[in-house]
Protein backbone atom coordinates (compact mmCIF):
# COMPACT_ATOMS: atom_id res chain seq x y z
CA UNK A 1 0.00 0.00 0.00
CA UNK A 2 2.82 2.47 1.38
CA UNK A 3 4.48 1.47 -2.54
CA UNK A 4 1.48 2.38 -4.40
CA UNK A 5 1.10 5.82 -2.54
CA UNK A 6 4.88 7.20 -2.83
CA UNK A 7 4.58 6.01 -6.90
CA UNK A 8 1.31 8.48 -6.33
CA UNK A 9 3.04 11.04 -4.66
CA UNK A 10 6.29 10.62 -7.35
CA UNK A 11 3.60 11.28 -10.48
CA UNK A 12 1.63 14.42 -8.60
CA UNK A 13 4.97 15.79 -8.20
CA UNK A 14 6.40 15.42 -11.37
CA UNK A 15 2.94 16.84 -12.79
CA UNK A 16 3.21 19.92 -10.08
CA UNK A 17 7.06 20.54 -11.48
CA UNK A 18 6.20 20.45 -15.00
CA UNK A 19 3.11 22.69 -14.17
CA UNK A 20 5.65 25.49 -12.26
CA UNK A 21 7.39 25.26 -15.09
CA UNK A 22 5.43 26.65 -17.58
CA UNK A 23 4.62 30.13 -18.24
CA UNK A 24 1.10 31.02 -17.12
CA UNK A 25 0.53 32.24 -13.67
CA UNK A 26 -1.92 30.53 -13.50
CA UNK A 27 -0.20 27.06 -14.13
CA UNK A 28 1.97 27.77 -11.49
CA UNK A 29 -0.39 28.43 -9.12
CA UNK A 30 -1.60 24.78 -9.81
CA UNK A 31 1.38 23.48 -9.93
CA UNK A 32 1.73 24.46 -5.91
CA UNK A 33 -1.40 23.33 -5.19
CA UNK A 34 -0.74 19.65 -6.58
CA UNK A 35 2.87 20.07 -4.63
CA UNK A 36 1.10 20.55 -1.33
CA UNK A 37 -1.19 17.72 -1.90
CA UNK A 38 1.77 15.62 -3.02
CA UNK A 39 3.83 16.06 0.28
CA UNK A 40 0.42 15.66 2.24
CA UNK A 41 0.11 12.03 0.78
CA UNK A 42 4.35 11.52 1.24
CA UNK A 43 3.53 12.09 5.35
CA UNK A 44 0.54 10.09 5.45
CA UNK A 45 2.70 7.85 3.74
CA UNK A 46 5.25 8.18 6.45
CA UNK A 47 2.97 7.40 9.37
CA UNK A 48 2.23 4.05 7.78
CA UNK A 49 -1.48 3.37 6.36
CA UNK A 50 -4.14 1.03 8.15
CA UNK A 51 -1.94 -0.36 10.56
CA UNK A 52 -4.23 -0.44 13.29
CA UNK A 53 -7.40 1.18 14.30
CA UNK A 54 -8.42 4.84 15.37
CA UNK A 55 -6.06 5.96 18.12
CA UNK A 56 -8.89 6.14 20.83
CA UNK A 57 -9.49 4.87 24.52
CA UNK A 58 -11.87 2.17 24.38
CA UNK A 59 -10.98 0.62 21.09
CA UNK A 60 -9.15 -2.12 22.53
CA UNK A 61 -7.12 -2.54 19.68
CA UNK A 62 -4.16 -4.92 19.02
CA UNK A 63 -2.22 -1.88 17.59
CA UNK A 64 -3.42 1.59 16.84
CA UNK A 65 -2.24 4.31 14.04
CA UNK A 66 0.04 6.67 14.41
CA UNK A 67 -2.09 10.15 14.88
CA UNK A 68 0.46 12.53 14.49
CA UNK A 69 1.41 12.66 10.67
CA UNK A 70 -3.20 13.58 10.25
CA UNK A 71 -2.08 16.47 12.71
CA UNK A 72 0.61 17.88 10.96
CA UNK A 73 -1.31 17.16 7.52
CA UNK A 74 -4.22 19.08 8.69
CA UNK A 75 -2.12 21.87 9.85
CA UNK A 76 0.05 21.97 6.38
CA UNK A 77 -3.22 22.03 4.84
CA UNK A 78 -4.64 24.85 6.49
CA UNK A 79 -1.54 27.11 5.85
CA UNK A 80 -1.39 26.07 1.92
CA UNK A 81 -5.24 26.31 2.02
CA UNK A 82 -3.98 30.29 2.94
CA UNK A 83 -0.88 30.21 0.95
CA UNK A 84 -3.06 29.69 -2.13
CA UNK A 85 -5.73 31.98 -1.39
CA UNK A 86 -3.05 34.68 -1.05
CA UNK A 87 -1.52 33.89 -4.26
CA UNK A 88 -4.53 33.67 -6.45
CA UNK A 89 -5.67 36.94 -5.35
CA UNK A 90 -1.61 38.65 -5.93
CA UNK A 91 -1.59 36.61 -9.38
CA UNK A 92 -5.66 38.64 -9.99
CA UNK A 93 -4.09 41.81 -8.97
CA UNK A 94 -0.77 41.13 -10.70
CA UNK A 95 -2.47 40.76 -13.56
CA UNK A 96 -4.68 43.96 -13.25
CA UNK A 97 -1.57 46.30 -12.95
CA UNK A 98 0.78 44.19 -15.52
CA UNK A 99 -1.73 43.67 -18.07
CA UNK A 100 -0.43 39.65 -18.57
CA UNK A 101 0.11 36.86 -16.45
CA UNK A 102 2.90 35.28 -18.69
CA UNK A 103 5.90 35.46 -16.74
CA UNK A 104 8.08 35.64 -19.13
CA UNK A 105 6.11 39.32 -20.81
CA UNK A 106 6.24 39.94 -16.43
CA UNK A 107 9.38 40.38 -16.84
CA UNK A 108 10.44 42.52 -19.62
CA UNK A 109 7.95 45.85 -17.85
CA UNK A 110 10.95 48.05 -16.88
CA UNK A 111 8.58 51.16 -16.53
CA UNK A 112 9.70 51.91 -12.80
CA UNK B 1 7.66 24.80 33.08
CA UNK B 2 7.72 29.15 32.63
CA UNK B 3 4.28 30.32 30.83
CA UNK B 4 6.03 33.68 30.30
CA UNK B 5 7.90 32.46 27.39
CA UNK B 6 4.88 32.27 25.10
CA UNK B 7 4.48 36.17 25.81
CA UNK B 8 7.27 37.31 23.00
CA UNK B 9 4.87 35.32 20.65
CA UNK B 10 1.24 35.98 22.19
CA UNK B 11 1.63 39.36 22.79
CA UNK B 12 2.39 40.30 19.05
CA UNK B 13 -0.04 37.84 17.80
CA UNK B 14 -2.80 39.30 20.53
CA UNK B 15 -1.90 43.54 19.83
CA UNK B 16 -2.43 42.66 16.00
CA UNK B 17 -6.14 41.62 16.21
CA UNK B 18 -6.66 44.31 18.11
CA UNK B 19 -5.41 46.48 15.84
CA UNK B 20 -7.26 45.27 13.14
CA UNK B 21 -10.26 46.91 15.02
CA UNK B 22 -8.91 50.07 14.99
CA UNK B 23 -8.18 50.04 10.89
CA UNK B 24 -9.34 53.67 10.43
CA UNK B 25 -6.56 55.00 13.43
CA UNK B 26 -2.89 55.15 11.63
CA UNK B 27 -1.42 56.84 15.00
CA UNK B 28 -2.96 54.80 17.68
CA UNK B 29 -2.22 51.27 15.31
CA UNK B 30 1.87 52.99 15.35
CA UNK B 31 1.81 53.28 19.09
CA UNK B 32 0.21 50.69 20.18
CA UNK B 33 2.74 48.24 18.48
CA UNK B 34 5.75 50.44 19.84
CA UNK B 35 4.12 49.72 23.15
CA UNK B 36 4.00 46.23 22.35
CA UNK B 37 7.12 45.60 20.98
CA UNK B 38 8.94 47.19 24.04
CA UNK B 39 6.98 45.00 26.39
CA UNK B 40 8.52 42.38 24.20
CA UNK B 41 11.99 43.71 25.04
CA UNK B 42 11.70 43.92 28.01
CA UNK B 43 10.20 39.61 28.98
CA UNK B 44 12.94 38.75 26.51
CA UNK B 45 15.20 40.66 28.45
CA UNK B 46 13.92 39.24 31.67
CA UNK B 47 13.45 35.43 30.62
CA UNK B 48 17.56 36.50 29.18
CA UNK B 49 18.22 36.95 32.99
CA UNK B 50 16.25 34.29 33.98
CA UNK B 51 18.10 31.65 31.71
CA UNK B 52 21.30 32.83 33.08
CA UNK B 53 20.39 32.10 36.56
CA UNK B 54 18.21 28.85 36.59
CA UNK B 55 19.21 27.20 33.47
CA UNK B 56 17.19 26.67 30.09
CA UNK B 57 13.35 27.52 30.60
CA UNK B 58 10.72 25.31 28.69
CA UNK B 59 7.16 25.47 28.16
CA UNK B 60 4.75 22.52 27.51
CA UNK B 61 1.81 23.33 26.01
CA UNK B 62 -1.04 21.74 27.46
CA UNK B 63 1.03 19.84 30.08
CA UNK B 64 2.47 17.50 27.85
CA UNK B 65 5.40 16.39 28.60
CA UNK B 66 8.23 16.29 25.51
CA UNK B 67 8.60 14.25 23.50
CA UNK B 68 4.96 14.26 23.09
CA UNK B 69 3.55 17.81 23.08
CA UNK B 70 4.60 20.96 21.66
CA UNK B 71 7.03 22.91 23.75
CA UNK B 72 8.68 26.29 23.91
CA UNK B 73 12.56 26.13 24.61
CA UNK B 74 14.26 29.72 25.62
CA UNK B 75 17.96 29.39 25.84
CA UNK B 76 20.59 32.29 25.99
CA UNK B 77 20.87 31.66 21.72
CA UNK B 78 16.88 32.24 21.25
CA UNK B 79 16.77 35.06 23.80
CA UNK B 80 19.49 36.75 22.56
CA UNK B 81 17.91 36.80 19.04
CA UNK B 82 14.73 37.57 20.48
CA UNK B 83 15.38 40.30 21.99
CA UNK B 84 17.65 41.97 19.36
CA UNK B 85 14.71 41.76 17.29
CA UNK B 86 12.09 43.19 19.35
CA UNK B 87 14.56 46.44 19.68
CA UNK B 88 15.06 46.55 16.39
CA UNK B 89 11.24 46.33 15.13
CA UNK B 90 10.85 48.98 18.29
CA UNK B 91 13.22 51.14 16.37
CA UNK B 92 11.93 49.85 13.01
CA UNK B 93 8.05 51.16 14.13
CA UNK B 94 9.12 54.19 15.49
CA UNK B 95 10.45 55.34 11.61
CA UNK B 96 7.29 54.37 9.91
CA UNK B 97 5.32 56.05 12.44
CA UNK B 98 5.81 59.25 10.96
CA UNK B 99 7.14 57.82 7.25
CA UNK B 100 4.51 55.64 6.06
CA UNK B 101 2.03 57.11 3.71
CA UNK B 102 -1.70 57.23 4.79
CA UNK B 103 -2.18 54.17 2.28
CA UNK B 104 0.03 52.36 4.34
CA UNK B 105 -1.27 53.43 7.91
CA UNK B 106 -4.62 52.26 7.03
CA UNK B 107 -4.17 49.36 5.58
CA UNK B 108 -3.26 46.87 8.16
CA UNK B 109 0.46 47.29 7.80
CA UNK B 110 0.95 47.86 11.66
CA UNK B 111 -0.91 43.88 12.14
CA UNK B 112 1.14 42.44 9.38
CA UNK B 113 4.43 44.02 11.10
CA UNK B 114 3.01 42.70 14.41
CA UNK B 115 2.03 38.88 12.78
CA UNK B 116 5.30 38.81 11.56
CA UNK B 117 7.35 39.30 14.83
CA UNK B 118 5.43 36.55 16.03
CA UNK B 119 6.06 34.69 13.52
CA UNK B 120 10.08 35.66 13.83
CA UNK B 121 9.68 35.29 17.78
CA UNK B 122 7.80 31.75 17.86
CA UNK B 123 10.36 30.36 15.42
CA UNK B 124 13.35 31.39 17.93
CA UNK B 125 11.96 30.19 20.80
CA UNK B 126 10.09 26.73 19.29
CA UNK B 127 11.67 23.26 20.46
CA UNK B 128 9.60 21.50 17.65
CA UNK B 129 10.80 21.20 14.39
CA UNK B 130 6.99 20.81 13.23
CA UNK B 131 6.09 23.71 15.14
CA UNK B 132 9.13 25.88 13.48
CA UNK B 133 7.27 25.18 10.04
CA UNK B 134 4.58 26.65 11.09
CA UNK B 135 5.85 29.70 12.71
CA UNK B 136 8.16 29.72 9.33
CA UNK B 137 4.67 29.55 7.71
CA UNK B 138 3.09 32.48 9.96
CA UNK B 139 6.14 34.85 9.34
CA UNK B 140 5.93 33.99 5.59
CA UNK B 141 2.50 34.62 4.81
CA UNK B 142 2.72 38.04 7.15
CA UNK B 143 6.11 39.30 4.94
CA UNK B 144 4.23 38.48 1.45
CA UNK B 145 1.19 41.07 3.12
CA UNK B 146 4.11 43.33 3.71
CA UNK B 147 6.30 42.84 0.31
CA UNK B 148 2.86 43.47 -1.58
CA UNK B 149 1.47 46.65 0.29
CA UNK B 150 1.02 49.37 -1.98
CA UNK B 151 0.54 47.80 -4.81
CA UNK B 152 2.97 49.08 -7.28
CA UNK B 153 4.19 46.79 -10.39
CA UNK B 154 7.44 46.24 -9.72
CA UNK B 155 6.41 44.78 -6.48
CA UNK B 156 4.18 42.62 -7.32
CA UNK B 157 6.24 41.35 -10.20
CA UNK B 158 8.95 40.41 -7.18
CA UNK B 159 5.74 39.55 -5.10
CA UNK B 160 5.63 36.50 -7.30
CA UNK B 161 8.93 35.41 -6.93
CA UNK B 162 8.82 36.20 -3.68
CA UNK B 163 5.96 33.55 -3.05
CA UNK B 164 6.15 30.72 -5.30
CA UNK B 165 10.06 30.42 -4.34
CA UNK B 166 8.73 30.16 -0.77
CA UNK B 167 6.05 27.70 -1.51
CA UNK B 168 8.50 25.40 -3.24
CA UNK B 169 11.29 25.76 -0.20
CA UNK B 170 7.84 25.16 2.35
CA UNK B 171 7.21 22.00 0.36
CA UNK B 172 10.99 21.01 0.60
CA UNK B 173 10.78 21.68 4.44
CA UNK B 174 7.27 19.71 4.87
CA UNK B 175 9.62 16.33 2.37
CA UNK B 176 12.76 16.45 4.78
CA UNK B 177 9.87 16.20 7.77
CA UNK B 178 7.91 13.86 6.50
CA UNK B 179 11.25 11.34 5.75
CA UNK B 180 12.83 12.78 9.11
CA UNK B 181 9.30 11.20 10.82
CA UNK B 182 9.42 7.96 9.25
CA UNK B 183 13.20 7.74 9.88
CA UNK B 184 13.48 8.20 13.53
CA UNK B 185 9.83 8.94 14.35
CA UNK B 186 9.91 12.35 16.24
CA UNK B 187 9.65 15.60 15.34
CA UNK B 188 11.16 17.19 19.08
CA UNK B 189 14.53 18.50 18.69
CA UNK B 190 15.98 17.60 21.53
CA UNK B 191 14.55 13.80 21.03
CA UNK B 192 15.61 14.13 17.70
CA UNK B 193 19.12 15.21 18.73
CA UNK B 194 18.66 11.81 21.40
CA UNK B 195 17.39 9.60 18.40
CA UNK B 196 20.26 10.58 15.64
CA UNK B 197 22.73 10.10 18.26
CA UNK B 198 21.50 6.56 18.97
CA UNK B 199 21.03 5.40 15.25
CA UNK B 200 24.14 7.44 14.40
CA UNK B 201 23.60 9.66 11.45
CA UNK B 202 24.27 6.86 8.25
CA UNK B 203 23.93 8.22 4.77
CA UNK B 204 19.74 8.16 5.00
CA UNK B 205 19.81 10.84 7.79
CA UNK B 206 22.57 12.54 6.02
CA UNK B 207 20.64 13.14 3.08
CA UNK B 208 17.35 14.52 4.73
CA UNK B 209 20.13 16.80 6.67
CA UNK B 210 20.96 18.23 3.45
CA UNK B 211 17.33 18.29 2.38
CA UNK B 212 16.82 21.05 5.53
CA UNK B 213 19.73 22.53 4.64
CA UNK B 214 18.55 23.40 1.32
CA UNK B 215 15.19 24.45 2.61
CA UNK B 216 17.02 27.25 4.81
CA UNK B 217 19.61 28.06 2.81
CA UNK B 218 16.88 29.55 0.84
CA UNK B 219 15.00 31.17 3.49
CA UNK B 220 18.46 32.55 4.83
CA UNK B 221 19.40 33.62 1.73
CA UNK B 222 22.85 31.19 1.56
CA UNK B 223 23.82 30.78 -1.92
CA UNK B 224 20.37 30.21 -2.68
CA UNK B 225 20.02 34.24 -2.65
CA UNK B 226 18.82 35.18 -6.08
CA UNK B 227 15.50 35.82 -5.23
CA UNK B 228 16.69 37.97 -2.82
CA UNK B 229 18.40 41.69 -4.12
CA UNK B 230 15.02 41.95 -6.26
CA UNK B 231 12.74 41.37 -3.15
CA UNK B 232 14.19 43.22 -0.54
CA UNK B 233 14.75 46.55 -2.76
CA UNK B 234 11.05 46.88 -3.76
CA UNK B 235 9.27 47.26 -0.47
CA UNK B 236 8.69 50.26 0.96
CA UNK B 237 11.67 51.46 2.83
CA UNK B 238 10.74 50.39 6.11
CA UNK B 239 9.76 46.41 5.60
CA UNK B 240 13.32 46.27 3.99
CA UNK B 241 14.58 47.40 6.76
CA UNK B 242 12.80 44.73 8.95
CA UNK B 243 13.02 41.91 5.90
CA UNK B 244 16.90 42.60 5.95
CA UNK B 245 17.34 42.60 9.78
CA UNK B 246 15.03 39.72 10.58
CA UNK B 247 14.20 37.40 7.83
CA UNK B 248 17.37 35.94 6.69
CA UNK B 249 18.08 35.75 10.57
CA UNK B 250 15.58 33.40 11.10
CA UNK B 251 16.96 30.85 8.44
CA UNK B 252 20.22 31.12 9.71
CA UNK B 253 19.25 30.49 13.38
CA UNK B 254 17.79 27.24 11.92
CA UNK B 255 20.73 26.31 10.42
CA UNK B 256 22.61 26.66 13.81
CA UNK B 257 20.31 25.41 15.77
CA UNK B 258 19.73 22.32 13.56
CA UNK B 259 22.86 21.44 12.63
CA UNK B 260 24.35 22.17 15.51
CA UNK B 261 21.48 19.82 17.66
CA UNK B 262 20.44 17.94 15.51
CA UNK B 263 22.41 16.67 12.82
CA UNK B 264 26.17 17.12 14.19
CA UNK B 265 27.76 13.81 13.76
CA UNK B 266 28.79 13.82 10.38
CA UNK B 267 30.57 17.69 10.06
CA UNK B 268 32.87 16.49 7.61
CA UNK B 269 29.89 16.19 5.35
CA UNK B 270 27.32 18.66 6.31
CA UNK B 271 29.71 21.46 7.98
CA UNK B 272 31.81 21.20 4.63
CA UNK B 273 28.69 21.87 2.28
CA UNK B 274 27.70 25.00 4.67
CA UNK B 275 31.40 26.07 3.76
CA UNK B 276 31.55 25.75 0.46
CA UNK B 277 27.89 27.40 0.23
CA UNK B 278 28.98 30.10 2.47
CA UNK B 279 32.26 30.84 0.39
CA UNK B 280 30.21 31.18 -2.49
CA UNK B 281 27.99 32.96 -1.10
CA UNK B 282 30.85 35.52 0.24
CA UNK B 283 31.79 35.91 -3.50
CA UNK B 284 28.35 36.36 -5.42
CA UNK B 285 27.17 38.49 -2.64
CA UNK B 286 30.10 40.69 -2.81
CA UNK B 287 30.61 40.75 -6.84
CA UNK B 288 26.92 41.85 -6.38
CA UNK B 289 27.20 44.69 -4.04
CA UNK B 290 30.09 46.35 -6.19
CA UNK B 291 28.26 45.82 -9.59
CA UNK B 292 24.89 48.24 -9.41
CA UNK B 293 24.25 51.99 -9.19
CA UNK B 294 20.80 51.22 -7.52
CA UNK B 295 21.56 52.11 -3.82
CA UNK B 296 18.95 49.95 -2.66
CA UNK B 297 20.18 46.68 -4.34
CA UNK B 298 23.64 47.81 -2.97
CA UNK B 299 22.30 47.12 0.73
CA UNK B 300 20.30 44.08 -0.19
CA UNK B 301 23.42 42.41 -1.55
CA UNK B 302 25.16 43.22 1.69
CA UNK B 303 22.78 41.25 3.39
CA UNK B 304 23.98 38.63 1.20
CA UNK B 305 27.85 38.72 2.00
CA UNK B 306 26.33 38.93 6.04
CA UNK B 307 24.72 35.42 5.50
CA UNK B 308 27.73 33.99 4.27
CA UNK B 309 29.55 35.46 6.71
CA UNK B 310 27.87 33.72 9.54
CA UNK B 311 27.66 30.78 8.74
CA UNK B 312 31.58 30.50 8.18
CA UNK B 313 31.29 30.48 11.40
CA UNK B 314 28.91 27.76 11.43
CA UNK B 315 30.91 25.69 9.03
CA UNK B 316 33.67 26.57 11.55
CA UNK B 317 32.53 25.27 14.68
CA UNK B 318 34.99 25.78 16.64
CA UNK B 319 34.43 27.73 20.46
CA UNK B 320 35.63 31.36 18.82
CA UNK B 321 33.75 30.53 15.94
CA UNK B 322 30.43 30.04 17.11
CA UNK B 323 30.37 33.01 19.56
CA UNK B 324 31.87 35.39 16.52
CA UNK B 325 29.30 33.71 14.68
CA UNK B 326 26.28 35.33 17.63
CA UNK B 327 28.08 38.65 18.42
CA UNK B 328 28.20 39.27 14.35
CA UNK B 329 24.51 37.68 13.61
CA UNK B 330 23.36 40.58 17.11
CA UNK B 331 25.23 43.02 15.07
CA UNK B 332 23.90 42.30 11.84
CA UNK B 333 20.23 42.56 12.80
CA UNK B 334 21.13 45.89 14.14
CA UNK B 335 23.58 46.95 11.64
CA UNK B 336 21.50 46.08 8.31
CA UNK B 337 18.15 47.82 9.96
CA UNK B 338 19.70 51.01 10.05
CA UNK B 339 21.99 50.70 6.71
CA UNK B 340 18.18 50.35 4.91
CA UNK B 341 16.70 52.86 7.26
CA UNK B 342 19.47 55.43 5.91
CA UNK B 343 19.63 54.36 2.70
CA UNK B 344 15.62 54.86 2.73
CA UNK B 345 16.32 58.17 3.88
CA UNK B 346 18.82 59.20 1.48
CA UNK B 347 16.26 58.05 -1.14
CA UNK B 348 13.29 59.70 0.61
CA UNK B 349 15.21 63.08 0.41
CA UNK B 350 16.67 63.32 -3.17
CA UNK B 351 13.99 61.60 -4.76
CA UNK B 352 16.20 58.57 -6.46
CA UNK B 353 17.85 55.89 -6.01
CA UNK B 354 20.69 56.27 -8.71
CA UNK B 355 23.97 56.46 -7.35
CA UNK B 356 25.01 59.10 -10.16
CA UNK B 357 21.83 61.27 -9.35
CA UNK B 358 22.89 62.36 -5.91
CA UNK B 359 26.08 64.53 -4.84
CA UNK B 360 27.20 66.60 -1.96
CA UNK B 361 24.65 65.28 0.60
CA UNK B 362 26.95 65.93 3.49
CA UNK B 363 26.72 69.63 3.06
CA UNK B 364 23.00 69.31 3.40
CA UNK B 365 22.47 66.75 5.93
CA UNK B 366 25.86 66.67 7.97
CA UNK B 367 24.27 64.22 10.82
CA UNK B 368 22.96 62.03 8.32
CA UNK B 369 25.88 61.83 6.68
CA UNK B 370 27.98 60.97 9.69
CA UNK B 371 25.17 57.94 10.49
CA UNK B 372 26.29 56.85 6.94
CA UNK B 373 29.97 57.02 7.83
CA UNK B 374 29.74 55.12 11.07
CA UNK B 375 27.34 52.78 9.80
CA UNK B 376 29.83 51.71 6.57
CA UNK B 377 32.81 51.58 9.62
CA UNK B 378 30.56 49.17 11.95
CA UNK B 379 30.03 47.15 8.80
CA UNK B 380 33.38 46.63 7.75
CA UNK B 381 34.17 45.54 11.38
CA UNK B 382 36.28 48.52 12.33
CA UNK B 383 36.30 48.83 16.29
CA UNK B 384 34.74 49.76 18.59
CA UNK B 385 31.65 49.00 16.66
CA UNK B 386 29.86 46.20 16.51
CA UNK B 387 31.22 44.29 13.64
CA UNK B 388 34.77 44.17 14.86
CA UNK B 389 34.35 41.80 17.84
CA UNK B 390 32.48 38.99 15.33
CA UNK B 391 35.09 39.10 12.73
CA UNK B 392 37.41 38.83 14.85
CA UNK B 393 36.73 36.03 16.71
CA UNK B 394 35.78 34.09 13.75
CA UNK B 395 38.65 34.66 11.67
CA UNK B 396 40.62 33.31 14.86
CA UNK B 397 37.93 30.08 14.86
CA UNK B 398 39.10 30.00 11.12
CA UNK B 399 43.07 29.86 12.02
CA UNK B 400 42.33 27.83 14.70
CA UNK B 401 40.88 25.01 12.89
CA UNK B 402 43.16 25.75 8.90
CA UNK B 403 39.95 26.89 7.18
CA UNK B 404 42.58 29.58 5.44
CA UNK B 405 40.33 30.04 2.05
CA UNK B 406 37.18 30.93 4.10
CA UNK B 407 39.63 33.28 6.56
CA UNK B 408 40.62 34.75 3.11
CA UNK B 409 37.36 35.17 1.94
CA UNK B 410 35.15 36.26 4.40
CA UNK B 411 38.27 38.91 5.53
CA UNK B 412 38.09 39.67 1.72
CA UNK B 413 34.40 40.67 2.09
CA UNK B 414 34.68 43.05 4.15
CA UNK B 415 37.07 44.84 2.12
CA UNK B 416 34.02 44.80 -0.74
CA UNK B 417 31.12 45.67 1.99
CA UNK B 418 33.68 48.98 2.84
CA UNK B 419 34.04 49.34 -0.81
CA UNK B 420 30.54 49.39 -1.90
CA UNK B 421 29.43 51.92 0.90
CA UNK B 422 32.21 54.01 -0.01
CA UNK B 423 30.93 54.03 -3.55
CA UNK B 424 28.01 55.38 -1.90
CA UNK B 425 29.34 57.61 0.54
CA UNK B 426 31.55 59.31 -2.05
CA UNK B 427 29.16 60.08 -5.25
CA UNK B 428 26.11 60.81 -2.91
CA UNK B 429 27.60 62.27 0.55
CA UNK B 430 30.93 63.76 -1.01
CA UNK B 431 31.60 65.70 -4.20
CA UNK B 432 29.99 68.93 -5.38
CA UNK B 433 26.73 69.92 -3.64
CA UNK B 434 24.17 70.09 -6.40
CA UNK B 435 21.14 71.17 -4.20
CA UNK B 436 21.37 74.87 -2.94
CA UNK B 437 20.49 75.05 1.42
CA UNK B 438 17.25 77.26 0.19
CA UNK B 439 15.84 74.15 -1.94
CA UNK B 440 16.83 71.13 -0.04
CA UNK B 441 14.39 68.76 1.38
CA UNK B 442 14.44 69.50 4.92
CA UNK B 443 15.19 66.32 6.94
CA UNK B 444 12.50 65.71 9.18
CA UNK B 445 13.83 65.03 12.89
CA UNK B 446 11.56 62.33 13.17
CA UNK B 447 13.64 59.76 10.30
CA UNK B 448 16.91 60.73 11.61
CA UNK B 449 15.86 59.93 15.84
CA UNK B 450 14.99 55.77 15.14
CA UNK B 451 18.95 55.61 12.89
CA UNK B 452 20.86 57.78 15.62
CA UNK B 453 19.18 55.09 17.96
CA UNK B 454 20.54 52.43 16.00
CA UNK B 455 24.01 54.34 15.65
CA UNK B 456 23.92 54.43 19.25
CA UNK B 457 23.26 50.53 19.34
CA UNK B 458 26.05 49.44 17.49
CA UNK B 459 28.36 51.62 19.64
CA UNK B 460 26.86 50.17 22.41
CA UNK B 461 27.00 46.61 21.31
CA UNK B 462 30.92 47.24 20.33
CA UNK B 463 31.77 48.88 23.31
CA UNK B 464 30.02 47.00 25.70
CA UNK B 465 30.85 43.49 24.61
CA UNK B 466 32.33 42.78 27.95
CA UNK B 467 28.45 42.70 29.24
CA UNK B 468 27.14 41.05 26.23
CA UNK B 469 29.97 38.07 26.31
CA UNK B 470 28.04 36.13 29.49
CA UNK B 471 25.52 35.79 27.33
CA UNK B 472 26.80 34.88 24.43
CA UNK B 473 29.65 32.48 25.65
CA UNK B 474 26.42 30.47 27.72
CA UNK B 475 24.38 30.48 24.25
CA UNK B 476 27.47 28.84 22.17
CA UNK B 477 28.29 26.61 25.07
CA UNK B 478 24.75 25.59 24.87
CA UNK B 479 25.42 25.41 20.52
CA UNK B 480 28.63 22.86 21.37
CA UNK B 481 26.89 20.86 23.91
CA UNK B 482 23.91 19.57 22.74
CA UNK B 483 23.74 17.69 25.91
CA UNK B 484 22.93 20.74 27.75
CA UNK B 485 20.10 21.67 25.66
CA UNK B 486 18.64 17.81 25.14
CA UNK B 487 19.15 17.31 29.17
CA UNK B 488 16.93 21.00 29.89
CA UNK B 489 14.12 19.53 27.92
CA UNK B 490 13.97 16.31 28.41
CA UNK B 491 14.66 15.93 31.90
CA UNK B 492 12.58 12.90 33.78
CA UNK B 493 11.99 11.41 30.53
CA UNK B 494 15.19 10.27 29.15
CA UNK B 495 15.87 6.84 30.21
Given amino acids: ?112 | MNNIILLPVLIPVMVGILLIFLRSYGRTQAWFSIFTMAATAGISYYLLEKVQSDGIQRLDFGGWAPPFGISFVADSFSLLLVLTASIVTFVCLMYALFSTNKLLQTMYYYPSVLFLIAGVNGSFLTGDLFNLFVCFEVMLLSSYVLLTLGGAKRQLREAIKYVVINIVSSWFFLVALAYLYGAVGTLNMAHLSVRVAEAGQGPLLTTISIVFMIVFSLKAGLLLYFWLPGSYSTPPVVTSALFGALLTKVGIYALFRVFSLIFNQQPEITHAIIGVMAGLTLIGGSIGAIAYNDIRKIAAYNVVIAVGFILVGLAISTPNAIEGAIYYLIHDMVVKALLFLLVGTVIALTGTAQLHQMSGLMKNYPLLGWSFFITMLSLAGVPPLSGFIGKVLVSEGAIESGAYILLALSLLSSLFVLYSLLRIFKNSFWGETIVGKEDQVPLNSRFLVPCLVLVLLTFGIGLGTEGLSAYVTDAAETLLNPDIYVDAVLEGARP
Avoid: C, W
Avoid at chain 1, 74 to 84: P, R
Fill in chain 1, 1 to 112: METIIIFLVGILTAVAIYLLLSKSLIRVILGTAILSHAVHLLILAMGGLKEGTVPLLGEEAESYVDALPQALILTAIVISFAVTAFILVLAYRAYQELGTDDLDEMRGVNDE
